[in-house]
């Protein structure tokens, strides 16, 4: 049986300090409240609010634990707390407060405490259910519903009214999956989808929805007007539209709605400023509005099936008349025997006589009076079936009915008749209702309020929506079965003496709807007034948008100000507009893109299957959601093609913008996890072989040094690999650290934020690997061979040559060279080592003439004509002009090389410049022979004295000035070239035998490496400060004495000095004499040079020797790429 026990800090401390007696330095023991603070604040490098308990900085509280038995755990106490904490932590949380800052604030780094909230109250019914009913019925269904179903016709108003209904039904089942995944704090829609699809989405589509929800307001508003000044107060329009027709007239119209619709936003606007806690209390006011509303028209209709209420409507010939200025529907009347002309009359003829004359259609039709509302049962259902759709300005004309037309006459008194006052068709019509199925997210923007957010939001939105949508289908039959088509078509009411069309239907009077439409239409314009502010300031405060942190400041109380003034603006530019017919598509394209987004949450979250996808809500499909997303996408098109371009336009503008300057956020979002399953499914596809020729790039691992500092010590590295790279393709960057890794971790993460920090300035797209380890040598060469993941692999190794390596400071460095060379040949990876790379092109420097030279000795795959294709497609090198050199032996034909090359480059599609160096066989010169063994003897020299760095140096430079003096007495010629020893040699060229020329490309010495490489300085490094003048020509060399032989006896140098040169070293000295005089005289001005790398010898004993042939091989060349190739062909002549 477990026990709980109390013990203070003092015995604790006591018990672990006897059970870490030997780990006081590596695992410190807090033993004040301070100490545990500081451990807390370090954990695992995130601040205490990533985690769901809150660490206590209390002194009292920090001396006690949770029991005796888990002293084991004590020093992790700090960062790792006991299960009982956590369980009470997580048992106290309580959701914040709508529109307060959410939870998940691990990035603010703020200490302040948060405030105590009031525990949530409301359930299903009160926060999810009605508000979401108060959204979705709205001003569409009073305004627009019955024109919908006489335009379209109830079979295809169905259609419309199936497919939006589907749409937010499909969207609310993904909403419900992710608001049940976890705890959804305010923020509604906008939180779901940025936690889900990462801050780029959820910012790009929180501001969309932001417009949609303050265009939704504008939209209210300008249907509260419309209400005003059609149906209320006709009276109270500032521009009058008495006696104006066509245009005049609709622009009167447009400007009282303007002027008034401002009014009506500035006072809204007031009232929101002043205080939510009235429009909260008038929210039951205004919900009761709407149910009062809907339930008059269904009694309306029950009515309507045994006692029709009277409406006449007045037709001539097939022409519905505006009832307005009659009162009898007839041309004239029988009064006291006596006939005489009516009002009507007098409207179509110049004088109330019967003889008067009169508009040529009124004398040829006859007037008939129609009954507007025959009744449900009366079979209007059947002529209202199918769509009638018209153009602008078209009469609204009575179907079954004949006309008498005069052909080619034209319309007179068209304002006393009803007229189409828009163009419609289908998609139009999708456009404008779409507006009224929006609100489901209602619920779950109440989430802080609710008392099971989890259980509430999904229940209530969808019986919302299913209630609604029932309503919204039955009016669409209701209203085709009772009213006339022409009154259907009416949009204004003017066939019914100025009513509401479907207040004609209401019950007890069509009041009920024109009073309860209006307030309904006030109340939803301030809900969206109070809702897009917040959404506005959830956004700002998320930091993700900078351009928006303004808005995240407010009053004192929280209350958004700024956001307030901002969506007061933005809706102004929508009453502006003065159409609810134009706003309304407006709004359902953020709607659309919106709930498109939610259901592509939850797709990409379902098929990923993360292990943090444990919905509550088991009621759905990753085949719903597309569904869903598809038929918003299609939807958005439908309504309006350029409009749901422009959304697309503006919220792609806004994801890039978020790209590339949002802050950095981690929300464990799906589109992380999305790109990790696309990364997983693209390297098990490169697992299945190697690319094609066609496909190979160079993907490159750079190997860079650290200075002291942890600075990259020869940036031009990543220049170059920027410029060979243009951003395509993989590329690494790595360095290695000497030491051990758990005392060097520090060090190891500073290296790589200069490393990274050096990528973004060089714009090179890749990533960094730092490798720590006792030795450089081992740490560079897991870096060739474990840099990449599976198929995604370098396949190229650049590094820089060693510059000092002749100086005894640096001996190591050209061992770890040819190490490097011999491993990334057994790797089969191609190498690149550029030399005096201080010397290269930086990103920003442009090269306007000059020529790339390929030095193209042995063909090794073909890197050495791609590269300098790769090279000119970089604006640096872009207007570098390339040259192709090949070297022809004797027995070779120069003239046929040339024009064989030359075709191969035209089926390779590069353009070069071709050129065949021919080379005679020539003697080897005493030059050589003496070089050739100055070089052995300081091999040879390190070798044999085992000697203090200071006498090793005194050592070889009396050896190097022997030999000069003894090269000076054989060959008195004139001096021609400087060389200093101390610094990167500058370069001579001279000729070679060819047989001796491939002995020095392919080497193929057979001698086994020794196990192990003697790690002594180079033979050519000179005393600190001294510097040693070298001149040389083939037949001479001259140079200055330098200091005393020092502790070298006589005897050793005699030896040393009748030693006689190996003839294999005498013939690849021989070879880069005169590689270098061939190269020097053709590519002294090119701006680079390309030469392919000889390998290193097998036998290691040699390896001092090939750093010098390497030396002499490119003397007097300012920029030389070397490169050796991979084994493999990289380039192809077929398509």
């Known amino acids: 049986m477990s026990q709980r026990f109390t013990v203070t800090a003092g015995d604790m401390q006591g018990e672990v300090n006897q059970l870490f007696e030997g780990d006081d330095e590596e695992t410190p023991t807090p033993s004040s409240a301070e100490a545990g603070a500081e451990a807390s604040g370090k954990g695992d490098g995130n601040p205490k609010e990533s985690s769901p308990f809150i660490n206590s900085t209390d002194p009292e509280k920090n001396q006690q634990h949770d029991g005796k038995n888990m002293a084991l755990f004590e020093d992790e106490m700090d960062t790792i707390p006991m299960v009982s904490s956590l369980l009470s932590s997580l048992a106290n949380y309580s959701n914040l407060p709508q529109g307060s800052k959410e939870h998940e604030e691990a990035e603010n780094n703020e200490g302040s405490r948060k405030k105590p909230v009031q525990a949530p109250r409301m359930g299903t019914l009160m926060g999810v259910y009605l508000p979401c009913l108060q959204n979705i019925l709205g001003v569409i269904l009073f305004l627009r519903m019955t024109w919908m179903v006489g335009i379209g016709g109830v079979i295809e108003s169905f259609i419309i009214v199936l497919m939006c209904c589907s749409t937010t039904m499909l969207t609310a089942i993904s909403m419900s999956a992710i608001a049940t995944n976890g705890v959804v704090p305010a923020g509604g829609s906008y939180y779901m989808i940025s936690r889900s699809l990462g801050p780029e989405f959820g910012g790009a589509v929180g501001i969309c929805f932001y417009l949609g929800t303050t265009y939704a307001g504008a939209m209210y508003i300008l249907g509260c007007i419309e209400i005003l000044l059609v149906y209320i107060v006709p009276q109270g329009a500032i521009f009058k539209m008495e006696g104006l027709e066509g245009a005049e007239a609709e622009a009167a119209m447009l400007n009282n709605m303007r002027v008034y619709g401002t009014l009506v936003l500035s006072f809204m606007a007031l009232v929101v400023f002043v205080g939510v806690k009235y429009v909260n209390k008038l929210a039951l006011v205004f919900l009761a509005c709407v149910i009062c509303s809907i339930l008059a028209v269904y009694a309306g209709v029950i009515k309507t099936a045994f006692d029709p209420p009277i409406f006449p409507v007045c037709v001539l010939g097939n022409r519905t008349l505006v009832w307005k200025g009659f009162d009898v529907c007839a041309k004239v009347i029988e009064r006291e025997n006596v006939t005489v002309t009516t009002k009507l009359w007098r409207l179509f003829c110049d004088s109330e006589f019967l003889n008067a004359t009169c508009d040529g259609y009124f004398s040829s039709n006859n007037i008939t009076e129609i009954q507007g509302i025959p009744g449900v ?161 959830a956004i700002a405060r998320d930091g993700i948008v900078p351009f928006l942190r303004v808005f995240g400041h407010g009053k004192a109380n929280g209350e958004p100000t700024w956001a307030l003034l901002l969506t007061a603006c933005i809706c102004e530019s929508g009453i502006l507009i003065a159409s609810l017919d134009n706003v309304a598509p407006i709004l359902s394209m953020f709607f659309l893109m919106c709930y498109m987004f939610v259901n592509l949450a939850c797709a990409v979250q379902t098929l990923l299957r993360t292990p943090n996808w444990r919905p509550r809500f088991k009621f759905y499909h990753w085949t719903l959601s597309f569904l869903g997303m598809s038929l918003c996408l299609s939807l958005m098109f439908i309504c309006s093609w350029y409009y749901a371009i422009v959304a697309m336009v503006i919220a792609s503008c806004i994801y890039k913008y978020i790209e590339f300057r949002g802050a950095e956020k981690e929300w464990g979002d799906g589109i992380r996890g999305l790109s990790l399953s696309a990364a997983r499914f693209a390297l098990m596809r490169l697992e299945e072989g190697p690319p094609h020729t066609k496909n190979w790039r160079p993907q490159i691992l750079v190997l860079v040094s650290m200075d002291s500092e942890l600075h990259v010590d020869q940036p031009r590295l990543l220049s170059l690999t920027s410029q060979l790279k243009a951003g395509k393709g993989l590329t690494i960057v790595g360095t290695a650290l000497e030491g051990k890794y758990l005392d060097n971790l520090p060090q190891g993460q500073q290296a790589e934020q200069s490393m990274r920090k050096l990528m973004e300035t060089e714009k090179v797209k890749g990533f960094c690997q730092v490798v720590i380890s006792s030795n450089k040598r081992d740490a560079t060469s897991h870096l060739v061979q474990a840099g990449g993941l599976g198929g995604l692999q370098h396949n190229t190794v650049l590094a820089s040559w060693p510059r000092n390596w002749k100086q005894a400071e640096d001996h190591q460095s050209w061992r770890n060279f040819i190490e490097l060379v011999r491993e990334t040949t057994a790797a089969s990876k191609a190498l690149l080592v550029p030399k005096n790379i201080s010397a290269f092109p930086s990103n920003g420097e442009r090269f306007t003439e ?81 070089k050739t063994l100055v070089m052995e003897q300081r091999s040879q020299i390190l070798k044999q004295i085992n000697l203090t760095k200071t006498e090793r140096e005194r050592e070889i430079q009396s050896i190097t000035d022997s030999s000069r003096g003894s090269i000076r007495r054989k060959n008195p010629a004139a001096v021609t070239t400087q060389l200093s020893v101390t610094e990167e040699p500058a370069a001579s060229s001279k000729e070679e035998k060819p047989e001796e020329e491939e002995q020095l490309i392919r080497d193929k010495s057979t001698n086994p490496p020794t196990p192990a490489t003697p790690q002594s300085p180079s033979a050519d490094a000179e005393t600190p400060g001294t510097t040693v003048q070298m001149t040389w020509t083939e037949a001479k060399c001259d140079g200055e004495k330098a200091k005393p032989m020092g502790a070298t006896t006589p005897e050793a140098i005699k030896d040393l000095f009748n030693m006689k040169p190996n003839q294999s070293n005498v013939r690849r000295m021989h070879t880069a004499l005169r590689l270098n005089e061939v190269i020097i005289k053709k590519s002294q001005e090119a701006k680079l040079v390309l030469l392919n790398m000889p390998g290193p010898p097998k036998n290691r004993s040699g390896d001092e020797n090939y750093m010098e042939f390497m030396e002499v091989l490119t003397e007097g060349l300012n920029r030389v790429l070397l490169v050796r190739g991979g084994g493999r062909e990289v380039i192809t002549i077929y398509s």
């Open 377 to 537: 049962m009366s079979g209007t259902l059947r002529e209202n079936l199918f769509g009638n759709y018209m153009d602008k300005a078209q009469f609204i004309e009575k179907e079954g009915i004949t006309a008498v037309v005069e052909p080619d006459s034209v319309p007179t008194n068209t304002n006393r008749y009803v007229l189409a006052d828009v163009t419609s068709f289908f998609t139009m019509l999708v456009g404008i209702y779409f507006p009224s199925v929006t609100g489901i997210m209602a619920g779950s923007n109440r989430s802080g309020d609710l008392q099971d957010a989890q259980k509430s939001i999904p229940i209530g939105t969808i019986l919302a929506i299913t209630t609604t949508s029932i309503i919204y289908m039955s009016s669409v039959v209701l209203f085709g079965a009772c009213i006339e088509g022409s009154v259907l078509r009416d949009k204004f009411g003017e066939a019914v003496r100025g009513n509401l069309v479907i207040g004609t239907l209401a019950w007890p009077s069509p009041w009920v709807i024109v009073i309860g439409s209006f307030f309904s239409t006030c109340g939803a314009g301030l809900q969206s007034l109070t809702g897009a502010p917040r959404l506005l300031q």
């Open 850 to 930: 000059g020529h790339i030279d390929v030095w193209w000795i042995v063909h090794d795959g073909g890197m050495l004509m791609l590269l300098p294709f790769l090279l000119r497609q970089h604006k640096v090198w872009r207007k570098c002009k390339m040259r192709i050199f090949t070297v022809a032996q004797m027995d070779d034909n120069s003239i046929q090389m040339k024009k064989d090359l030359t075709t191969f480059l035209y089926h390779l599609r590069i353009d070069a410049a071709v050129e065949v160096v021919e080379m005679h066989d020539s003697d080897i010169s005493a030059y050589t022979y003496e």
